[in-house]
């Protein structure tokens, strides 16, 4: 605990500003720490080690157990779990679920199944080894299983014996090369490593998802989505074909249909290095899933399909160009709308270059970060060389790289508005006697129907105050910042985007609201009000942010994973700008202290940040008060309870509460706000109508 060194008043340790007169505490007397319970004797609902989990809590991953030979060489079957074993792994992480003696080796000479994630918040040994969890494996490492820690705070430590020296499964940089490009229809890899002469893959479980042969079946489905599905599947047919991976799209059961009506992959298949397959595999497929549907489709479908297959058509681009012609038959002679293939055309790859060349890759939360060190084993090497005698090769270095963009195919789509959904939530905390912090949420959204089909046009305004300064001061400069924002855009924006300028030009107002009610009423010192600022301007797929202070904005997607968007206006951050070493930098008592705040001085001493955004996939935006951002705990939590909200079966309100819930159990010392945003996309379907 800090005495803070005008009023006296005992404050949390890592609280910046006085509760009582909101004086700087970087001058503050340190009080001996109380010390805690151990944690077997602790009575913490959410550290208690002796509670049950549930099952539906638990994370489930889909297991695939390979031999550690080539596509082409099976003689050596997977491992496959022993009777006797109820785990996967030796640390018992991975709890094997159903009958373990029924799991057996399938067509594909693989043994697939199940597996209960028991410590879902602690980072895989592919999380390690990507630097998105510290500490990062050393070098040329694996994860020896009986060496895996999960600490008190949930997170994973390893300690990486000498004697070990396997490396990451080829197969598994496969994944991750196509991770970005790929997803959602690629699903996410969790962890892989070899054991037993097996390579072993947790991916993302998409079993109880509906197959696409269900999805032809139904009555309810139009021929018109039908065809954007055979659309997609010739793109992601240019992308896996060059990756030696065409046979993924060959296997009817590995073909599912997400909640969004997106062509999924189940995993991956290898193409025979021998006998790689073609275009009339393809158009063979199309054929036996309209047979199975068992349902009267239109004939120009059925004939391409015939067409496909006896190699009437040899090109991608030809069959690309046939079901556009097919698309708009079917939209003159039917009621099809813009929405319906909205919903089940192209996923959200965004309007920017299927190519890893596009990415940033510094910037990236995921997978496809550069590890410490990749090299493949001499198994690996072996398979590398299997998939690059494909059709189509890609040379071994890009697997772990950048692919050419040049010769990989690409594609290029606006996108479109699909839906817009927001809730707000603020909690005074566990210590405080009031609530400075301040939001506001005001939307437009409006359906436009026109004769080339529907569309959805909106316009979001969001603010996030955090308010600070003694007797109340700091709950009247969050409120009157916020107002002053709305009343100012309500006059200040129409149909698009204000200009920086513009976004500018609010905040100075709002400062100056609150600089001369400090000015009126002789506030000084450490008694002038301010407020944070966090800023969301939501306009169709376009969006802009700004802040000043310390409040923040996350973002979160499936490809990009979380990303901060603001970088706190606070002495720790202006030192590590000029060049300050982090640790050294926040080192110092004052590091937390605010260098912009809206409110105690003139505008000439406010210098927003502002930026603007496009919305290329689905995404949650996050503005929080810092009494849910200290601590780290939304990158902490971001799995369990950031990554959940993304689907549209998630309830934003329950999602808000839950967050409080959590700051309040490992924060508690300030008030905690928290605005949720999710966005939804889709590819503009003009491409199938127009070409």
């Not at 067509?107 to 697939?112: K, L």
């Not at 390690?128 to 060496?147: K, M, R, T, V």
């Not at 690409?410 to 905390?429: F, H, K, N």
Request: charged share 20%; glycine share 6%; net charge negative.
């Amino acid at each position: 605990m800090r005495v803070c060194p005008q009023c006296q008043y005992t404050n949390p340790d890592d609280y910046r500003y006085c509760q009582q007169c909101g004086a700087s505490l970087s001058g503050g007397i340190s009080l001996p720490e109380t010390p805690k319970l151990d944690a077997e004797n602790s009575t913490d609902p959410l550290t208690e080690t002796d509670t049950p989990i549930e099952e539906e809590s638990l994370v489930t991953w889909y297991v695939i157990c390979s031999s550690n030979g080539s596509a082409s060489d099976r003689s050596t079957p997977p491992a496959t779990p022993s009777a006797d074993g109820a785990y996967l792994d030796q640390s018992q992480r991975y709890e094997i679920m159903g009958d373990v003696a029924a799991i057996g080796v399938n067509s594909s000479g693989d043994v697939e199944f199940q597996v209960h994630d028991l410590s879902p918040d602690a980072p895989s040994y592919l999380e390690q080894l990507y630097g998105i969890c510290p500490p990062a494996c050393p070098e040329s490492s694996i994860l020896d299983e009986e060496d895996y820690h999960v600490t008190s705070s949930g997170r994973a430590t390893y300690t990486v014996r000498p004697d070990r020296d396997l490396t990451l499964p080829a197969i598994a940089q496969l994944y991750l090369s196509l991770q970005h490009q790929l997803y959602p229809s690629l699903p996410r890899i969790h962890d892989a490593w070899q054991q037993e002469g097996s390579v072993i893959l947790l991916l993302e479980d998409r079993s109880a998802l509906p197959s696409l042969l269900t999805a032809m079946h139904a009555d309810s489905i139009d021929p018109f989505q039908v065809v954007s599905w055979l659309y997609y599947t010739t793109k992601l047919w240019e992308l896996l074909e060059t990756y030696g991976c065409g046979q993924s799209l060959l296997v009817p059961e590995n073909l599912r249909i997400d909640e969004d009506g997106i062509i999924c992959l189940q995993r991956l298949y290898l193409d025979s290095p021998t006998d790689p397959p073609t275009l009339c595999h393809l158009g063979g497929l199309w054929q036996r899933l309209l047979q199975q549907a068992e349902r009267p489709y239109p004939d120009p479908i059925r004939q391409i399909c015939d067409d496909v297959e006896s190699s009437v058509i040899t090109t991608v681009a030809q069959i690309q160009e046939r079901l556009r012609l097919i698309a708009d038959d079917l939209q003159s002679s039917s009621e099809a709308t813009d929405l319906q293939l909205l919903d089940l055309s192209l996923s959200s790859y965004g309007d920017s270059q299927l190519t890893m060349k596009e990415h940033d890759h510094d910037s990236l939360q995921s997978f496809t970060t550069e590890p410490k060190d990749l090299s493949a084993s001499e198994e690996g090497e072996s398979e590398l060389e299997d998939w690059q005698k494909t059709t189509r090769p890609v040379p071994a270095e890009q697997m772990d790289t950048e692919p050419d963009g040049d010769d990989l195919p690409t594609i290029v789509l606006p996108m479109q508005l699909l839906s817009v959904e927001d809730a707000g939530r603020t909690d005074i905390g566990r210590q405080r006697k009031d609530n400075q912090d301040y939001f506001a949420i005001k939307t437009h959204v409006r359906k436009v129907e026109s004769p080339t089909g529907r569309s959805l046009h909106a316009q979001g305004l969001y603010i996030l105050c955090d308010g600070m300064g003694g007797h109340a001061g700091g709950e009247i400069a969050s409120t009157l910042a916020t107002q002053t924002l709305e009343q100012y855009f309500e006059t200040h924006w129409d149909d698009g985007l204000p200009d920086e300028e513009t976004i500018k030009n609010g905040i100075f107002l709002a400062n100056n609201a609150i600089y001369d009610l400090n000015v009126q009423n002789m506030r000084s010192g450490s008694g002038r009000m301010g407020t944070t600022l966090v800023l969301v301007l939501l306009q169709g797929t376009e969006v802009a942010i700004a802040h000043v202070g310390d409040s923040r904005l996350y973002r979160y997607s499936r490809r990009q994973g979380l990303e901060l968007l603001t970088v706190d206006h606070e002495v720790g951050q202006r030192d590590i700008q000029r060049g300050m070493d982090p640790v050294e930098a926040y080192s110092h008592p004052e590091a937390y202290q605010l260098t912009q705040a809206l409110g105690p001085r003139d505008q000439d001493f406010v210098h927003p940040d502002v930026a603007f955004l496009d919305v290329n996939e689905d995404n949650i935006f996050l503005l929080c008060s810092d009494g849910l951002t200290d601590n780290d705990l939304i990158e902490t939590y971001c799995q369990s309870h950031v990554e959940p909200l993304l689907s549209p079966q998630t309830s934003l309100e329950q999602g808000a509460s839950q967050l409080i819930e959590l700051a309040n159990h490992y924060n508690g010392h300030d008030n905690i706000s928290v605005i949720l945003i999710r966005v939804r996309v889709r590819p503009n379907t003009m491409l199938l109508r127009r070409g």
